[in-house]
C-alpha cells in the first residue's frame, strides 16, 4: 500500500513524523526544515478528508517528563505550517478521547513519545551487568508492545514519515505496525523519497561512482566502507580520518586526530581498494594548524610531514584538485562527512571544493546524494542546497541504509 493508492476519506491516520527540530532559549523553532519535510503527506491526508493524529519524539529525555522538551511548544508552529489549528494531547498514552473526537480534517498533536520509555523499549535505571538486566529487558519489551497498541487504537491507518528513526525499532517506528494489516500502514512521502535516494546509490547505479568519506574517526565509517567497496569506482577518504592513513602509511601527522588502535585496519583498507580495483583517493597534503582555532597559524604541509605542535585541519590545494577530479566526472554521488574543521570559516576550502565539484557533475548529469548531520550542514553553509540531487533527513538511518543493514522502520511496512 502506498499513500497515494490508500483513501483517507473518513478515516483517523497516525503519522509518525520526525518533529525533533532544535529549539533556543524560550522555545523558539530555530530551523524548521524537518517539519516543512512532513508537510506533503501531512497535507494529501487533510486533503483526502482524513484526520490527523501526529507522533514524534524530541531529544532524549529518558523516559521523563521534561518541560523542555514538550511538543507543546511547536504546535502554533506546527498549525501555521499546516494552515489550519491543531489540538494537542499532553499524554500520549492517554489520548484516545480526543482521538475519537477528531472529525474530517481535524489534526492532533501528541506529546513527546519518549517521555514513555516503552517508546524506546530500554530498561530504565538498571545495568546491562545486573543479574535481572534480562528480565528487566523483557518486561520492558512486553510493555513496549501495550505501548504500541495503545497508539495504534488511536486510528485506521499508520503512515510512517520519519526516515530519521526508520534505524531504531521503538514502538511508533516499527511495533506499532504489528497492529496494522498491510492494506492500512505505508510510508509517507518524505520515507519514500528517502528510500529511492538510497537505492539509487545502493542498486541503481549509474557510472563512474564516486563515495565520499569525511569525519573524523575511520571506525565509525568502516561498516560503509565496507559496503561500498563493492560498488564504488572512486572512494575518496578525508576529514580527520587522513591523519590514521597517514600514520599507518610510516607519516608524522604532529598533533593531528589518529585512532592509534586502527592503524592495521587503514592499512587493510588500502589493500581492499587495490584488490578490487577501487581509485582510493586519500589526502596528500593538508591546511595545518597550530592550535584548534579558526585564528590560528596556518601552513600547506604534506599529509604525512605535519610539523610536531601543528595539527591537520582542512585538505590542502592538491588534494582538493585530486578530489575534484574524482567528483566531476561521475555519474553517482554520496557524500558523508566534511573534509576539514568545516565549522571554522578559515577550514572550510576542502569540503567547500567537495561541494563545487559536486554542483558541477550534477548539473552535468549526475545523481548526488548528501547524507549526515554535517555533509547538509556544509551544503547548506555553502547556499547550494539547491544544486545537487538530494538531501537526506537521516544521517544514522542512512549510514546504516548504506551499509547494508534492514531499517526496522522500513521493514515493518514491507513487512
Same mark, same amino acid.
Given at each position: 500500500m502506498t499513500i497515494n493508492d490508500y483513501k483517507f476519506a473518513g478515516q483517523k491516520a497516525i503519522v509518525r513524523v520526525d518533529f525533533n527540530v532544535p529549539l533556543d532559549s524560550e522555545g523558539? /523553532?530555530?530551523?524548521?526544515?524537518?517539519?516543512?519535510?512532513?508537510?506533503?503527506?501531512?497535507?494529501? @491526508?487533510?486533503a483526502d478528508g482524513g484526520s490527523l493524529i501526529i507522533m514524534s519524539h524530541m531529544g532524549k529525555p529518558k523516559g521523563k517528563v521534561k518541560a523542555e522538551l514538550s511538543l507543546g511548544q511547536i504546535k502554533d508552529a506546527v498549525a501555521a505550517a499546516l494552515g489550519t489549528g491543531v489540538k494537542f494531547a499532553p499524554d500520549c498514552a492517554k489520548a484516545s478521547d480526543a482521538a475519537a473526537a477528531l472529525k474530517p480534517g481535524e489534526v492532533l498533536l501528541l506529546e513527546n513519545l519518549r517521555?514513555?520509555?516503552?517508546?524506546e523499549g530500554k530498561p530504565?535505571?538498571? !545495568?546491562? %551487568?545486573?543479574?535481572?538486566?534480562? !528480565?528487566a529487558k523483557k518486561a520492558m519489551k512486553a510493555a513496549q508492545k501495550e505501548f504500541a497498541k495503545t497508539l495504534a487504537s488511536y486510528a485506521d491507518c499508520y503512515v510512517n514519515d520519519a526516515f530519521g528513526t526508520a534505524h531504531r525499532k521503538h514502538a511508533s517506528t516499527a511495533? @506499532?505496525?504489528?497492529?496494522?494489516? &498491510?492494506?492500512?500502514?505505508?510510508l509517507g512521502y518524505l520515507m519514500e523519497k528517502e528510500v529511492q535516494a538510497v537505492d539509487n546509490i545502493l542498486s541503481n547505479i549509474h557510472r563512474p561512482f564516486t563515495a565520499i568519506m569525511g569525519g573524523s574517526k575511520v571506525s565509525t565509517k568502516i561498516g560503509i566502507i565496507e559496503n561500498l567497496m563493492d560498488k564504488v569506482d572512486n572512494l575518496i577518504l578525508c576529514g580527520g580520518m587522513t591523519y590514521t592513513f597517514a600514520k599507518a602509511q610510516g607519516g608524522k601527522i604532529g598533533n593531528s586526530i589518529c585512532e592509534d588502535d586502527k592503524l592495521q585496519l587503514a592499512l587493510d583498507i588500502i589493500e581492499q581498494a587495490k584488490a578490487k580495483g577501487v581509485n582510493l583517493v586519500l589526502g596528500s597534503d593538508c591546511v595545518a594548524a597550530d592550535a584548534f582555532s579558526n585564528d590560528a597559524h596556518t601552513q600547506v604541509v604534506p599529509a604525512n610531514e605535519i610539523p610536531d605542535g601543528w595539527e591537520g585541519m582542512d585538505?590542502?590545494?592538491?588534494?582538493? &584538485?585530486?578530489?575534484?577530479?574524482? $567528483?566531476?566526472?561521475?555519474?553517482?554521488?554520496?557524500?558523508?562527512?566534511?573534509?576539514?574543521?568545516?565549522?571554522?570559516?578559515?577550514?572550510?576550502?576542502?569540503s567547500r571544493a567537495i561541494a563545487?565539484? $559536486?554542483?558541477k557533475a550534477t548539473a552535468n548529469g549526475a545523481y548526488s546524494l548528501i547524507g549526515g548531520g554535517d555533509s547538509v550542514a556544509c551544503i547548506n553553509k555553502f547556499g547550494m542546497a539547491d544544486k545537487v540531487s538530494y538531501i537526506s533527513t537521516g544521517g544514522g538511518a542512512l549510514? %546504516?541504509? /548504506?551499509?547494508?543493514?534492514?531499517?526496522p522502520g522500513v521493514a515493518a511496512i514491507n513487512d
Open positions: 523558539k /523553532i530555530t530551523d524548521d526544515t524537518r517539519i516543512r519535510g512532513a508537510l506533503p503527506t501531512l497535507k494529501k @491526508i487533510l517521555f514513555y520509555p516503552e517508546e530504565v535505571g538498571i !545495568d546491562k %551487568e545486573d543479574p535481572a538486566y534480562e !528480565d511495533v @506499532i505496525a504489528d497492529y496494522f494489516d &498491510k492494506d492500512h500502514k505505508m585538505a590542502g590545494p592538491e588534494t582538493r &584538485k585530486a578530489f575534484a577530479q574524482a $567528483i566531476e566526472g561521475a555519474k553517482t554521488i554520496l557524500w558523508n562527512g566534511p573534509a576539514g574543521v568545516f565549522e571554522f570559516d578559515n577550514f572550510t576550502g576542502g563545487e565539484a $559536486i554542483a549510514l %546504516e541504509a /548504506i551499509e547494508g543493514k534492514v531499517l
